[in-house]
């Protein structure tokens, strides 16, 4: 009898933590990103990454928050790499959702809700390449990545090294993350002895490329750089140049993405492109976290898998040093105090920007060089 009244208390008492779990306020996440269209790659991968690490704390009970577990929801809308749809999305999230810690994957959305997110005082975490994306006045905002601006450098230096071509061609979307990526890369090849031979803008929604090729062709670029356009349509432009006859090298500077590229343009068209990887598709860590990815779309991850991932698990670390789910000011302090932190597939991360944007917001991730061989991605180098 006493066996069976400890194990009924026992019973009711688990019962209680669990009500009590689950009748904390949550922890709402929300994710603006293209899940939709030519950066659907991206997109899903981002949505998917924030999900995989709530499951796994949800798992647990929640995030213990100064001893209150709280369950945490993801909150995700399609703004389909556009401008008013991220301010669309965003204004859905706070001012409905009641959610205080937001994603936003685009330059163009991030930029369009800047200034709201530090007037909301909502934590903003972006994977904008835009150089305006943090600046000196940022408290609430924080770049998730590290950018073109970090590792470019050291790409073109490894290409220059391992590589004789010196006439290269940069094609960039027209948008604000064109437009940064195109300056920057311009900037950097010339300083490190490359001839750039043209520079052009196209239209995200553009598919059909023949007369910006013909008209790089004539240049005789013996690199096209890439620069930011999402993977898909890079496989498209791959494609559709080779068929008018380059016989060049490509590269992807920023965007990362190969196997949408290969998937788009052909394993032959592919070939030898030289990418970056925001992680080792062969990393055990990374691996997991993929094959998470392939139960829900039945395919492999963008890479970018990995940086949403990694800065989902920041952000709850800086919760519970925070010690208040709602108190944004806080949280957005304490991300110094939880980094360096390792990236779930090794190396570490570290908070930093201040020399390059003027405040340590930007979390500073391992970046890798792949090239494209027989359809794969093949790391072949390390971005620093």
Same mark, same amino acid.
């Given at each position: 009898?006493?066996?069976?009244?400890?194990?009924?208390?026992?019973?009711?008492?688990?019962?209680?933590?669990?009500?009590?779990?689950?009748?904390?306020?949550?922890?709402?996440?929300?994710?603006?990103?293209?899940?939709?269209g030519?950066?659907?790659?991206?997109?899903?991968?981002?949505?998917?990454?924030?999900?995989?690490?709530?499951?796994?704390? $949800?798992?647990?009970?929640?995030?213990?928050?100064?001893?209150?577990?709280?369950?945490?929801?993801?909150?995700?809308?399609?703004?389909?790499?556009?401008?008013?749809?991220?301010?669309?999305?965003?204004?859905?999230?706070?001012?409905?959702?009641?959610?205080?810690?937001?994603?936003?994957?685009?330059?163009? &959305?991030?930029?369009?809700?800047?200034?709201?997110?530090?007037?909301?005082?909502?934590?903003?975490?972006?994977?904008s390449?835009s150089g305006?994306?943090?600046?000196?006045?940022?408290?609430f905002?924080?770049?998730?990545?590290?950018?073109?601006?970090?590792?470019?450098p050291?790409?073109?230096?490894?290409?220059?090294?391992?590589?004789?071509?010196?006439?290269?061609?940069?094609?960039?979307?027209?948008?604000?993350?064109?437009?940064?990526?195109?300056?920057?890369?311009?900037?950097?090849?010339?300083?490190?002895?490359?001839?750039?031979?043209?520079? *052009?803008?196209?239209?995200?929604?553009?598919?059909?490329?023949?007369?910006?090729?013909?008209?790089?062709?004539?240049?005789?670029? #013996?690199?096209?750089?890439?620069?930011?356009?999402?993977?898909?349509?890079?496989?498209?432009?791959?494609?559709?140049?080779?068929?008018?006859?380059?016989?060049?090298r490509?590269?992807?500077?920023?965007?990362?993405?190969?196997?949408?590229?290969?998937?788009?343009?052909?394993?032959?068209?592919? #070939?030898?492109?030289?990418?970056?990887?925001?992680?080792?598709?062969?990393?055990?860590?990374?691996?997991r976290?993929?094959?998470?990815y392939?139960?829900?779309?039945?395919?492999?991850?963008?890479?970018?898998?990995?940086?949403?991932? *990694?800065?989902?698990?920041?952000?709850?670390?800086?919760?519970?040093?925070?010690?208040?789910?709602?108190?944004?000011?806080?949280?957005?302090?304490?991300?110094a105090?939880?980094?360096?932190?390792?990236?779930?597939? &090794?190396?570490?991360?570290?908070?930093?920007?201040?020399?390059?944007?003027?405040?340590? $917001?930007?979390?500073?991730?391992?970046?890798?060089?792949?090239?494209?061989?027989?359809? #794969?991605?093949?790391?072949?180098?390390?971005?620093?």
């Amino acid at each position: 009898m006493r066996y069976r009244n400890a194990l009924r208390s026992a019973i009711v008492a688990l019962g209680l933590c669990v009500m009590q779990a689950w009748a904390a306020e949550p922890i709402k996440i929300g994710v603006i990103a293209a899940t939709t269209g030519g950066g659907a790659p991206w997109g899903l991968a981002a949505v998917q990454a924030v999900k995989i690490k709530a499951n796994e704390v $949800n798992a647990q009970g929640g995030l213990d928050v100064d001893g209150e577990r709280h369950q945490v929801e993801v909150i995700a809308y399609d703004d389909k790499y556009r401008a008013a749809d991220a301010v669309s999305a965003y204004n859905r999230l706070v001012r409905q959702d009641g959610v205080k810690y937001v994603y936003i994957m685009g330059s163009s &959305g991030t930029l369009a809700v800047k200034n709201q997110v530090e007037d909301d005082q909502v934590i903003g975490l972006t994977t904008s390449f835009s150089g305006k994306a943090i600046d000196a006045d940022t408290k609430f905002m924080f770049r998730v990545f590290s950018i073109s601006a970090n590792y470019i450098p050291s790409l073109i230096d490894w290409l220059k090294e391992h590589y004789k071509e010196r006439r290269v061609f940069l094609a960039n979307p027209n948008d604000e993350t064109g437009w940064d990526q195109d300056q920057l890369t311009a900037r950097l090849f010339k300083e490190r002895g490359y001839e750039v031979v043209g520079r *052009d803008l196209y239209e995200r929604n553009q598919k059909d490329f023949q007369p910006l090729f013909t008209k790089i062709m004539a240049t005789n670029p #013996e690199i096209i750089d890439l620069g930011s356009t999402s993977p898909a349509t890079a496989g498209i432009m791959i494609r559709q140049a080779r068929d008018i006859g380059f016989k060049g090298r490509f590269l992807k500077t920023g965007g990362s993405g190969p196997r949408d590229i290969v998937a788009g343009a052909g394993k032959e068209a592919a #070939e030898g492109m030289i990418s970056t990887l925001y992680a080792d598709p062969n990393n055990a860590g990374y691996r997991r976290l993929a094959n998470e990815y392939k139960k829900v779309y039945g395919q492999e991850p963008n890479e970018i898998l990995i940086a949403y991932y *990694d800065a989902t698990s920041i952000l709850m670390r800086a919760i519970q040093k925070a010690g208040d789910i709602n108190d944004t000011a806080k949280v957005a302090q304490s991300f110094a105090s939880v980094l360096p932190m390792d990236s779930a597939q &090794g190396g570490s991360i570290t908070l930093g920007g201040k020399q390059m944007w003027g405040v340590d $917001n930007q979390f500073l991730t391992p970046m890798y060089i792949a090239a494209i061989k027989d359809g #794969e991605a093949v790391v072949v180098g390390k971005a620093k």
